[in-house]
């Protein structure tokens, strides 16, 4: 733990910690000692791993990224943060990420952008680009962090570490700022897939009491299957994912990935997600609905931010929000609640659900003729800080990839593929059928 707080201090200007505090750290660090000493033999006993700054904590102050909940601190752990303190994790502190987890470059942080460890003048990704760049720099062995769109595999792809999501309701929402409800889940991130399923292992599994979409389905050991051998297995590859928006870079790095896969013994079946490209225009419908929804709650009265001024509650409300939101948080409130409004929810919000209906249809009948999914994460590699300038389309436009998976709830995952543009790292993106995981972390391990 001492060793990680050392290299925090020493790398500040990667911006990928929002909060530390040594004295708890160190002192979990000592009930860890005592635990092994004792004969403990939980997983994670020691292992120093920090959490993006969405779940809620008791012990370090949580702020989503939100100028809203500065100084806020919760008075209870999200049941992710409990499991890993259960399996004897160390935490070393709060990673920074996008306001709310809303942005794909981690320029949306109230608290400052992060840099990518290998290029410090490009984006780690987002939105858990904190938690990407914590691990590629080594300043923690393992870290969380969360998807709604994309957020842990396309700043994995960026910053060259591994990451996983899990299919939706696998792990507890409970205590996680939401976002997006119907598309949030939480997943590890660290250097292996060996190491993301000891993680994943233990953050998984039914909390009815507190989640009511988490699955009534009991944790697994993910590790169960690694080192299983690839022979036969059928890999998926969506002709959608290779077309013209994908930079030359990444697709030669994506298809040599391929390539060592038939080494490794695996056949490669051509595939179609014909809705790939609407899955961009469905989830920018129902992310900022859902977010406009769970977002009311910062109204200055329950908790956080509340303005210094104000002549009536209406007024309380909106300075507190004019002043407590980030303009990309404002923009989804405003896109949410117009398609959730009357005369335009039929067009908008109901359509949107129904093609995401038939984005999963289309990834069922896929799934009959492949045992998992393999494309790019991203069309290109981290781009420069500032690059997408104030084109938030431009942000929207680069989780196609990420995004199909996302609304039909399927677990996913990004594992380092060699190098592009500026030698930046590629990551190749897995997409397993539901509860697909063990199999997915056993392709990723094989791989690596
Ligand atoms: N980039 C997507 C968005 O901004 C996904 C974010 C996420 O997965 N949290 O909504």
Redesign the pocket.
């Known amino acids: 733990a001492q060793h990680f707080l050392d290299r925090i201090t020493r790398h500040q200007d990667l911006g990928a910690f929002l909060a530390t505090d040594p004295e708890v750290s160190l002192a979990q660090a000592a009930e860890a000692d005592r635990r092994i000493a004792a004969g403990d033999t939980a997983p994670l006993l020691g292992v120093p791993i920090a959490h993006k700054d969405i779940f809620v904590t008791r012990d370090f102050p949580t702020t989503a990224g939100s100028r809203m909940l500065a100084g806020y601190r919760s008075p209870f752990d999200a049941t992710v943060v409990t499991r890993l303190a259960e399996a004897g994790a160390v935490t070393l502190g709060k990673l920074n990420c996008?306001e709310f987890?809303?942005?794909?470059a981690n320029e949306n942080s109230a608290f400052g952008p992060v840099r990518n460890p290998w290029d410090t003048g490009r984006i780690p990704g987002?939105?858990s680009g904190g938690s990407a760049a914590a691990v590629a720099a080594g300043l923690a062995a393992a870290v969380t962090g969360?998807?709604?769109?994309?957020?842990i595999r396309q700043p994995a792809s960026f910053c060259g570490i591994t990451g996983i999501k899990p299919t939706y309701g696998r792990a507890s929402r409970y205590g996680m700022v939401a976002?997006a409800s119907s598309l949030d889940q939480a997943g590890p991130m660290a250097r292996s897939a060996q190491d993301c399923a000891v993680l994943l292992s233990a953050l998984c599994g039914p909390d009815p009491d507190r989640d009511s979409t988490s699955l009534d389905v009991p944790a697994e050991d993910f590790g169960r299957a690694l080192g299983d051998s690839l022979e036969g297995l059928r890999i998926g590859v969506p002709r959608e994912f290779f077309g013209e928006g994908l930079a030359v870079d990444v697709r030669a790095a994506i298809d040599a990935a391929l390539a060592e896969y038939q080494r490794l013994g695996a056949r490669l079946v051509d595939i179609s997600l014909p809705r790939t490209e609407l899955s961009i225009p469905v989830y920018y419908i129902i992310?900022p609905a859902e977010a406009s929804s769970n977002l009311s709650r910062f109204d200055g009265v329950k908790f956080g931010h509340r303005a210094k001024e104000y002549t009536d509650l209406l007024d309380m409300y909106k300075k507190t929000r004019a002043e407590g939101f980030g303009d990309e948080v404002k923009r989804r409130i405003m896109i949410g609640t117009y398609v959730l409004s009357h005369g335009y929810y039929d067009a908008y919000y109901l359509q949107a659900q129904k093609i995401r209906r038939m984005i999963a249809d289309d990834f069922r009948a896929a799934f009959t003729n492949c045992d998992l999914i393999a494309g790019p994460v991203a069309p290109t590699v981290a781009w420069k800080l500032g690059e997408h300038g104030n084109d938030p389309l431009a942000?929207y436009l680069a989780?196609i990839f990420t995004l199909p998976g996302s609304l039909a709830g399927l677990p996913g995952m990004s594992i380092p593929c060699g190098f592009g543009e500026g030698g930046m790292p590629v990551g190749l993106q897995l997409i397993g059928n539901y509860f697909g995981e063990a199999k997915l972390l056993n392709a990723a391990h094989r791989f690596q």
């Open positions: 996008d987890a809303m942005g794909s987002g939105s969360t998807d709604t769109g994309g957020s976002f992310a942000d989780d």
